[in-house]
């Protein structure tokens, strides 16, 4: 706890000082526009030497000129290096104030005219000290706010010495293989990495090379950069970490100069480890340099093939990567030599999800009727990330009930919450809206309970939840790797099993069909572009997304087959789901009665329902 406390203290701290630097920058910039407006305002409005806008204790430079010249200045006072000058007429007691264009031509002409025999009395005082510092000041102020902005702007950018990109955790990690869950096979291939950071001798001595990068590939949530801090938590190294988009932001060439700093930083701290995330933000295909930012990003991503090349064994230094597209990287980036490996962070399986659950379980207070196990059955696909989010949002249910412990039945609302959204009774549904959810979902829980590859049902609600006016639970029984043709086919039956029953019992169609229509074509569309599983196109696989141009290896005649062949799969499935409604009607009929009454079935009262 204590080191927790320190690591948010001083991550607390970093984000004040970044805070406090963001005010200084606005408020330079406030008195840099403030300053330069008043001096284009002061340039704009300059002193009108028109007689009539001259006020009484005033005089223009023009009849300052013409009473000198008919001898009625009795006074000239001025200072030195001032163009303002105080003038005593005679017959006047008080002066005026004129301003004159050129003060050494001015006192020329004044002497002139006292050579002539004007009586004129001409004193020139010493300036005063501090108006002419802040006279000073005020000129080259603009120039020095110009400086300190610009100083702050590249501090700020991370091209100073203390710029926020290096300011590293240089502490040892505390994260380590204890704290990751689900990922066994990947932490024992990232054993070898911790035995050569801890003891990297043993390897030189057998003629080993260093792996310089290891790269990290997964979905997001699955623990890429978890398992990257306990590499260096059970190494017990420093770990620079840092995101790709952190290289590039306002200035050309700032990226290639972080990447050297941040790897001479490295080397300095030997052994250590970097940690890039989101990798792919800098490591993109490189493309022709055609723009700035393209010429930019190629740079960056070149001074980095560079760096990772300069390695030797002088430094021990391991690059840690994680993208969740590794087919967007250069191909130089993944050569042996730069990335020696490549790692595929998976979705955990049923037992990985159970053990991550009970690592996030640890601090929080679990009522007795709470399993684990069950729970890990409930949510196979899901990332340890989500599972982490589910466990809170458990907690802050069970918090907001005043509850003394999270239940099961908190964790399952939360699962909902998570995956369908948030109840809104306060949504008033009419009766005709309320019978035809109630016969959409109803027919997607009839249509499934009669398809041999297809969930057990959960649960079926009518009460509205996110956008979804009522929703059908499944059962996830098991972790599938693989998806037949067979099973697919009967998905696209139960997605279209809301349709068919509208249109049956209703005998009319509402939009609330359009999300079950969107999943069941983009799911006939991959069976035969992607998958090759139509026996007309045949085996062939057409990704559109990853080349736009392949659909030009075979022209129109192609894309009419495959249009023809998606909307076969639609229609088969549409009509073999009326098919199944029409066989058991009856109890299609009973359970959309039933959703009316109760809202929500369980299903253990679904299955009663086939019982009778």
Sequence with gaps: MKDKE??????????????SKKIILWILIALLTVVLAGSIIFAIVKPKEDEDTIGEDEISYTNLIKQIDDGNVEK?????????????????KEPRTGIVPSTQAFIELVQEKVQEGNAIELIQEKPNIFLTIADKAFTILPTILMVVLFVLLIQMQGLGDKGKVYEADEENVKTTFDDVAGLDEEKQEMIEIVNFLKNPEEFYKMGAKIP?????CGQPGTGKTLIAKAIAGEADVPFISMSGSEFTEMFAGLGASRVRKLFDKAKKMSPSIIFIDEIDAIGSKRTDGSTAADADNNQTLNQLLVEMDGFDSEHTVILLAATNRPDMLDKALLRPGRF????????????????????????????DDVDLKAIAGDTAGFTGAELENILNEAAIIATINKEKAITNKDIDDALKKVTVGVEKHSRIMSDKDKRLTAYHEAGHAIVS???????????????PRGIAGGYTMYKTNEDKYYISKTEMLEKLVALLGGRASEKLILNDISTGASNDLEVATDIAKNMVTIYGMSDNIGPLSINLEKDPYQMQLFGESMENAIGKEVKTLIDDAYSK????????????????????EKEVISAEEFEKLFEE
């Design 212 to 216: 310089k990068g290891v790269l990290l």
């Design 340 to 367: 020696d490996r490549q790692i595929t962070i998976g979705l955990p399986d049923m037992n990985g999800r159970e053990a991550i659950l009970k690592i996030h379980s640890k601090d929080k207070k679990l009522a």
């Design 449 to 463: 309970r009669f398809l041999e590859t297809q969930k057990d049902i959960k649960e079926v609600s009518i009460i």
């Design 6 to 19: 320190k690591d948010d203290k001083k991550r607390k701290n970093k984000k004040d000082e970044e805070k």
């Design 577 to 596: 789901a009326q098919s199944i409604l029409v066989k058991h009607i009856d109890k299609l009929h009973e359970l959309a009665a039933l959703l009316i």
């Design 76 to 92: 000239i006072k001025m200072t030195v290096g001032s163009t303002t000058v105080k003038v005593t007429l005679k017959g006047e």
